[in-house]
């Protein structure tokens, strides 16, 4: 094991080579609750070198990293560190090691300085009069040294609330360094960066593995990932497809592997019922993280919306149902102009079902009944007196026509699995009458069975003349269920789509990942 | 998951999580029957009942605000400004009901200052309501001079009926009381506005996403609590006969020690008025027994302290038990 050179003045980290490669996990697997989401995971880092890893959500890649920084112990398999077998229990141990995160999220304390951010946790002592002080003017000294490496001048002292979001990376990346690490892990360092800063983000990248770093680096950016790495390996449903140098991979290549052959859900909807109505339309919209985004709704359409994590999916709905406020740009529902907010949504026929259930879905004390009836509470009121009996009646409708696992309408909410809390909360958009609904990754995190039901619920709706949209970064699920697909990505829309034309899908992945698909190379 | 509280051991938790403070509740009044001679007496507890009237009053109303997640530290300064407001405009009207009026729209102006800096410019509720009790605290210095203001001898007599007067042999004070317990529960439990209150207090995000005005109702539940605060200044008012420059301001801490014992009755963490009622019975209680047993009024203080920090610790961890059993 090597141990922290905590002397940040060595530009290059202590190796200590003994094989030419530094990091190998072998046969890795992990499994949550019986469900494994790795198998068998074989990995090499070699000193140096800049090796990525790409997948679909859900293809592994984060457990992975977390298993190599010490978050996950791995239940089955091995991790050599410079020919050593390792064990991490903790990430403060895998720290130890070496091993260091750059984090897709910023942490910084807004009004501490830069210095006091990077040394945050780790500060710098001295002693004096026999107790121990914060050694400011140590820690400003190196963290301008650490700064410096990074090919950057700005002063430590700055407050990190002042900072844009390329410096706050900046800040976190030299959290990350001045502890001189060996193994430096980033896992989408360049989400909600401008083009400028990425580019510089990524030479800055490039420069630490000449200064001999070794990087395991994640992205959803496939032009980036050719740009930067030397070698690339493709996660695909917790395995690991392949693993080759950057010159012999191409976008479409690793689209291709990451898509496999992917035995589709049973379930294919037929698309020929479409109304010729405009239901909603939405002209030019942007908010803070929307770009223009322009896009029809037809009567008895399911539109999808494609996009990676972070894509701007959630953001189109919510600058719809009136949660983001939209700088320029308006929105028509059923030929009537429409000022967002949650209230109006509702009178105009406008649902919404939120893509993070425990916190934007569920009222979490409430049992069964409350909560499906939160939304029309009026309709099952004799004036402001709630009707309980009606209440109850209702409820019960709702559990036996969506098979809602459950003891009883009052049954506190929490307690049920995802998948039922799931078809709580369309219950509660159900039980009004929406023309348009909005449905954000609805069946993320919820069981096989349940997902075909919510897929069969989504299609009676369309029939039914309703207008859906659903927000996916699972484009199997998109591809069986919609009329049209739109990708987002970086908060415009990149390109519509028919999942009936050629290749549909693999050009969906590509624009998804911020690139083209020209055809197959080979 | 969807598995019941199936053991009896689970039912047994689960019934002291939500009625143990009432089970206790009843211990201390078993203990304060007996150790004390005159405790359990009709006349006694008819005198408990009237003490405990306005602390039940405040209280029902703060039990709006914590109910939809939020906490209002101006309620003991606001009964103090209402209780000169009452009293000078009762002095230079000579008439009640416009002295009532006047003492409700001075509550409801606090209630929408608090509502306003909370819900719609996004302060911090403790800091946003602390500030305006301060504020409100300056004011009635500033009228009083710190002097009490005393009713003259004509003033009309259902301005001491309010605080002092009987009916039959139950004190007016209680009557109030017991209307405005009925109408709390019967909002709380059974209205639209109980509901959604409630909805904001378990998850605001979730009930902004699920249609709810999240600030309208947040601000109506400040309006709510200053609103039974100016009922509870002017029953105060009345029973002391006077206006006095320090009247009201222990009905802070002891409101607060009221709806953190509600949130262990009756519900699932949250207050209710249930909860409220017997929890200003129990903080009244301790007063009235301890009192009678000649305990000296700052070993009250710490008694009360106790009692809510064992009522609020035994009911997070029988909850946290039964949250590991299910």
Same mark, same amino acid.
């Given at each position: 094991?090597?141990?922290?050179?905590?002397?940040?003045?060595?530009?290059?980290?202590?190796?200590?080579?003994?094989? $030419?490669?530094?990091?190998?996990?072998? *046969?890795?697997?992990?499994?949550?609750?019986?469900?494994?989401?790795?198998?068998?995971?074989?990995?090499?880092?070699?000193?140096?070198?800049?090796?990525?890893?790409?997948?679909?959500? *859900?293809?592994?890649?984060?457990?992975?990293?977390?298993?190599?920084?010490?978050?996950?112990?791995?239940?089955?398999?091995?991790?050599?560190?410079?020919?050593?077998?390792?064990?991490?229990?903790?990430?403060?141990?895998?720290?130890?090691?070496?091993?260091?995160?750059?984090?897709?999220?910023?942490?910084?304390?807004?009004?501490?300085?830069?210095?006091?951010?990077?040394?945050?946790?780790?500060?710098?002592?001295?002693?004096?009069?026999?107790?121990?002080?914060?050694?400011?003017?140590?820690?400003?000294?190196?963290?301008?040294?650490?700064?410096?490496?990074?090919?950057? #001048?700005?002063? @430590?002292?700055?407050?990190?609330?002042?900072?844009?979001?390329?410096?706050?990376?900046?800040?976190?990346?030299?959290?990350?360094?001045?502890?001189?690490?060996? /193994?430096?892990?980033?896992?989408?360092?360049?989400?909600?960066?401008?083009?400028?800063?990425?580019?510089?983000?990524?030479?800055?990248?490039?420069?630490?593995?000449?200064?001999?770093?070794?990087?395991?680096?994640?992205?959803?950016?496939?032009?980036?990932?050719?740009?930067?790495? $030397?070698?690339?390996?493709?996660?695909?449903?917790?395995?690991?497809?392949?693993?080759?140098?950057?010159?012999?991979?191409?976008?479409?290549?690793?689209?291709?592997?990451?898509?496999?052959?992917?035995?589709?859900?049973?379930?294919?909807?037929?698309?020929?019922?479409?109304?010729? #109505?405009?239901?909603?339309?939405?002209?030019?919209?942007?908010?803070?993280?929307?770009?223009?985004?322009?896009?029809?709704?037809? !009567?008895?359409?399911?539109? *999808?919306?494609?996009?990676? @994590?972070?894509?701007? !999916?959630?953001?189109?709905?919510?600058?719809?149902? =009136?949660? #983001?406020?939209?700088?320029?740009?308006?929105?028509?529902?059923?030929?009537?102009?429409?000022?967002?907010?949650?209230?109006?949504?509702?009178?105009?026929?406008?649902?919404?079902?939120?893509?993070?259930?425990?916190?934007?879905?569920?009222?979490?004390?409430?049992?069964?009944?409350?909560?499906?009836? &939160?939304?029309?509470?009026?309709?099952?009121?004799?004036?402001?007196?709630?009707?309980?009996?009606?209440?109850?009646?209702?409820?019960?409708?709702?559990?036996?026509?969506?098979?809602?696992?459950?003891?009883?309408?009052?049954?506190?909410?929490?307690?049920?699995?995802?998948?039922?809390?799931?078809?709580?909360?369309?219950?509660?958009?159900?039980?009004?009458?929406?023309?348009?609904?909005?449905?954000?990754?609805?069946?993320?995190?919820?069981? /096989? !069975?349940?997902?075909?039901?919510?897929? %069969?619920?989504?299609?009676?709706?369309?029939?039914?003349?309703?207008? /859906?949209?659903?927000?996916?970064?699972?484009?199997?699920?998109?591809?069986?269920?919609?009329?049209?697909? &739109?990708?987002?990505?970086?908060?415009?829309?990149?390109?519509?789509?028919?999942?009936?034309?050629? $290749?549909?899908?693999?050009?969906?992945?590509?624009?998804? &990942? +911020?690139?083209?698909?020209?055809?197959?190379?080979? | 998951?969807?598995?019941? /509280?199936?053991?009896?051991?689970?039912?047994?938790?689960?019934?002291?999580?939500?009625?143990?403070?009432?089970?206790?509740?009843?211990?201390?009044?078993?203990?304060?029957?007996?150790?004390?001679?005159?405790?359990?007496?009709?006349?006694?507890?008819?005198?408990?009942?009237?003490?405990?009237?306005?602390?039940?009053?405040?209280?029902?109303?703060?039990?709006?605000?914590?109910?939809?997640?939020?906490?209002?530290?101006?309620?003991?300064?606001?009964?103090?400004?209402?209780?000169?407001?009452?009293?000078?405009?009762?002095?230079?009207?000579?008439?009640?009901?416009?002295?009532?009026?006047?003492?409700?729209?001075?509550?409801?102006?606090? *209630?929408?200052?608090?509502?306003?800096?909370?819900?719609?410019?996004?302060?911090? $509720?403790?800091?946003?309501?602390?500030?305006?009790?301060?504020?409100?605290?300056?004011?009635?210095?500033?009228?009083?001079?710190?002097?009490?203001?005393?009713?003259?001898?004509?003033?009309?007599?259902?301005?001491?009926?309010? =605080?002092?007067?009987?009916?039959?042999?139950?004190?007016?004070?209680?009557?109030?009381?017991?209307?405005?317990?009925?109408?709390?529960?019967?909002?709380?439990?059974?209205?639209?506005?109980?509901?959604?209150?409630?909805?904001?207090?378990?998850?605001?995000?979730?009930?902004?996403?699920?249609?709810?005005?999240?600030?309208?109702?947040?601000?109506?539940?400040?309006?709510?609590?200053?609103?039974?605060?100016?009922?509870?200044?002017?029953?105060?008012?009345?029973?002391?006969?006077?206006?006095?420059?320090?009247?009201?301001?222990?009905?802070?801490?002891?409101?607060?020690?009221?709806?953190?014992?509600?949130?262990?009755?009756?519900? #699932?963490?949250?207050?209710? +008025?249930?909860?409220?009622?017997?929890?200003?019975?129990?903080?009244?209680?301790?007063?009235?027994?301890?009192? %009678?047993?000649?305990?000296?009024?700052?070993?009250?203080?710490?008694?009360?302290?106790?009692?809510?920090?064992?009522?609020?610790?035994?009911?997070?961890?029988?909850?946290? !038990?039964?949250?590991?059993?299910?």
């Amino acid at each position: 094991m090597t141990t922290i050179n905590s002397n940040v003045k060595t530009a290059t980290p202590d190796l200590n080579l003994k094989s $030419d490669v530094i990091l190998e996990a072998k *046969g890795i697997c992990k499994e949550f609750n019986g469900v494994y989401v790795l198998k068998d995971i074989e990995f090499d880092l070699k000193p140096g070198e800049i090796h990525s890893l790409v997948g679909e959500n *859900g293809a592994g890649k984060s457990t992975f990293v977390k298993i190599l920084s010490g978050v996950h112990k791995p239940s089955a398999g091995n991790i050599y560190l410079n020919g050593q077998p390792v064990s991490f229990d903790s990430v403060w141990q895998s720290e130890k090691a070496g091993i260091r995160t750059v984090h897709q999220e910023i942490n910084l304390v807004p009004y501490f300085s830069v210095y006091k951010n990077i040394f945050i946790g780790a500060e710098k002592r001295k002693k004096f009069a026999g107790f121990n002080y914060t050694d400011d003017k140590k820690m400003r000294e190196m963290a301008r040294e650490v700064i410096k490496r990074l090919g950057i #001048d700005f002063d @430590v002292n700055t407050p990190a609330m002042l900072l844009n979001a390329s410096m706050k990376r900046i800040v976190e990346i030299s959290k990350v360094l001045v502890h001189n690490p060996n /193994i430096v892990i980033f896992d989408e360092p360049t989400t909600s960066l401008g083009e400028e800063e990425r580019k510089r983000l990524l030479k800055i990248i490039k420069s630490l593995k000449n200064s001999g770093l070794s990087i395991i680096y994640i992205s959803h950016n496939l032009e980036e990932i050719m740009d930067i790495s $030397d070698r690339i390996t493709v996660f695909r449903d917790g395995r690991k497809i392949d693993t080759m140098n950057v010159e012999e991979a191409s976008i479409e290549k690793i689209v291709s592997m990451m898509l496999g052959h992917k035995t589709y859900n049973n379930y294919q909807r037929d698309c020929s019922y479409c109304y010729d #109505d405009i239901y909603l339309e939405a002209e030019s919209l942007y908010t803070d993280k929307l770009k223009n985004v322009s896009f029809k709704l037809r !009567k008895g359409e399911i539109l *999808g919306i494609a996009g990676v @994590v972070g894509a701007g !999916k959630t953001e189109i709905a919510k600058a719809i149902f =009136g949660l #983001d406020p939209i700088h320029k740009g308006r929105i028509k529902v059923m030929g009537k102009d429409y000022e967002p907010s949650p209230q109006n949504a509702i009178d105009f026929g406008i649902a919404l079902v939120p893509e993070e259930r425990q916190a934007e879905g569920l009222i979490p004390n409430y049992c069964v009944s409350k909560n499906t009836t &939160l939304t029309y509470l009026n309709k099952w009121c004799k004036g402001w007196v709630i009707d309980r009996k009606e209440e109850i009646k209702v409820t019960e409708e709702y559990i036996k026509k969506l098979s809602i696992k459950t003891t009883g309408p009052n049954q506190v909410i929490r307690f049920l699995s995802g998948g039922n809390q799931q078809k709580v909360i369309l219950s509660r958009w159900l039980n009004g009458n929406f023309h348009i609904g909005i449905f954000d990754e609805p069946t993320k995190g919820i069981d /096989i !069975k349940a997902k075909e039901d919510i897929y %069969m619920l989504l299609d009676s709706l369309a029939r039914e003349g309703k207008s /859906i949209i659903m927000l996916s970064s699972y484009l199997p699920e998109l591809m069986s269920l919609c009329d049209r697909i &739109l990708v987002v990505n970086e908060g415009s829309i990149v390109g519509q789509f028919s999942p009936k034309e050629k $290749d549909a899908e693999k050009k969906i992945m590509a624009a998804m &990942l +911020g690139g083209e698909y020209c055809g197959s190379s080979d | 998951m969807e598995v019941q /509280i199936k053991t009896k051991n689970a039912n047994l938790l689960n019934f002291m999580r939500k009625y143990g403070t009432v089970l206790g509740a009843l211990v201390i009044f078993i203990i304060f029957s007996f150790a004390t001679k005159n405790f359990f007496t009709v006349n006694n507890l008819l005198m408990l009942l009237r003490q405990m009237s306005m602390l039940t009053i405040i209280s029902l109303g703060f039990t709006f605000v914590m109910g939809a997640g939020g906490f209002d530290m101006s309620i003991g300064n606001a009964a103090g400004l209402i209780n000169i407001v009452f009293a000078i405009t009762l002095i230079n009207t000579n008439n009640f009901w416009i002295a009532l009026l006047v003492s409700i729209l001075c509550g409801l102006v606090i *209630g929408l200052v608090n509502g306003t800096l909370v819900a719609y410019v996004g302060l911090p $509720d403790f800091i946003a309501t602390f500030a305006v009790g301060s504020i409100v605290y300056g004011i009635k210095m500033l009228i009083t001079k710190g002097n009490p203001i005393f009713f003259p001898e004509n003033i009309p007599a259902i301005s001491l009926f309010i =605080g002092q007067g009987y009916v039959g042999p139950i004190p007016f004070p209680v009557i109030i009381m017991f209307v405005c317990v009925i109408i709390a529960i019967f909002i709380l439990n059974k209205t639209t506005l109980g509901r959604r209150v409630y909805a904001i207090g378990g998850n605001p995000v979730a009930s902004l996403y699920a249609g709810i005005n999240v600030k309208k109702y947040r601000l109506i539940t400040f309006l709510i609590s200053s609103f039974s605060v100016a009922i509870a200044a002017v029953v105060l008012t009345s029973r002391l006969g006077s206006a006095q420059p320090l009247a009201g301001e222990e009905f802070l801490l002891d409101a607060i020690a009221v709806v953190f014992l509600s949130t262990t009755m009756f519900g #699932d963490g949250e207050p209710r +008025g249930e909860g409220t009622f017997v929890g200003a019975f129990i903080i009244s209680m301790l007063n009235n027994g301890l009192t %009678m047993m000649n305990v000296a009024y700052y070993f009250q203080y710490i008694t009360k302290g106790l009692v809510v920090i064992l009522a609020v610790v035994i009911s997070v961890v029988l909850g946290r !038990k039964m949250n590991l059993k299910i």
